[in-house]
T-cell receptor, first 114, second 115 residues
Framework: RKEVEQDPGPFNVPEGATVAFNCTYS??????FFWYRQDCRKEPKLLMS???SGNEDGRFTAQLNRASQYISLLIRDSKLSDSATYLC???????????????FGTGTRLLVSP | DTAVSQTPKYLVTQMGNDKSIKCEQN?????MYWYKQDSKKFLKIMFS???????INETVPNRFSPKSPDKAHLNLHINSLELGDSAVYFC??????????????FGPGTRLLVL
């Protein structure tokens, strides 16, 4: 089982739609959670961190459910420029050392059409 | 521009060759990383260095040897290239090791194709 699992999509939505992505993680020792965005043939960039209390940044809302080991991202009023791959990222201890490392999901592809 | 930069951007080479990828960050960060993103877009950490010292080595074959001459540079040398090494290699950096909320900043990637 992958440590971070996401639906690969693609999610095809019209402009203005609301879309939600989900992610599950398997390592209960994971302590930090993020959503990164990766445009086609570009590098990943941090979209937002995810906090237990839930957090919002403009049209983007992230939620974390530690009991269910589940993370979500909600995008309201989708724009054409939101088309990208959204990577669920978990900061987990490495085996044997205890050092933390980022573990990436394979991403969910979003296509927003006019 | 403040950024993480990598060279070369594209690398096409034959099996069995040895090649290097260079990475530099001018963000003043202490920690640098190498990631591999395969054809299925799965991004996986390979190495992490903190202040020139190796912190994480994710069971990468010995053919891959990172070198950090100073904390602003982390290079990756690959010996005896194999077809399976074809991927996009991303360098990244973060300010401080051990801060669980630390943002990682990625370079533009090096697209390696082994023929």
């Amino acid at each position: 089982r992958k440590e971070v699992e996401q639906d690969p999509g693609p999610f095809n939505v019209p402009e203005g739609a609301t879309v939600a992505f989900n992610c599950t993680y398997s390592n209960s020792a994971s302590q930090s959670f993020f959503w990164y965005r990766q445009d086609c043939r570009k590098e990943p960039k941090l979209l937002m961190s995810v906090y237990s209390s839930g957090n919002e940044d403009g049209r983007f809302t992230a939620q974390l459910n530690r009991a269910s080991q589940y993370i979500s991202l909600l995008i309201r009023d989708s724009k054409l420029s939101d088309s990208a791959t959204y990577l669920c990222v978990v900061n987990s201890p490495t085996a044997n050392t205890g050092f933390q490392k980022l573990v990436f999901g394979t991403g969910t592809r979003l296509l927003v059409s006019p | 521009d403040t950024a993480v930069s990598q060279t070369p951007k594209y690398l096409v080479t034959q099996m069995g060759n040895d090649k290097s990828i260079k990475c530099e960050q001018n963000l003043g960060h202490d920690t640098m990383y190498w990631y591999k993103q395969d054809s299925k877009k799965f991004l996986k950490i390979m190495f992490s260095y903190n202040n020139k010292e190796l912190i994480i080595n994710e069971t990468v074959p010995n053919r891959f040897s990172p070198k950090s001459p100073d904390k602003a540079h982390l290079n990756l040398h690959i010996n005896s290239l194999e077809l399976g090494d074809s991927a996009v290699y991303f360098c990244a950096s973060s300010q401080v090791w051990g801060n669980l909320q630390e943002t990682q900043y990625f370079g533009p990637g090096t697209r390696l194709l082994v023929l």
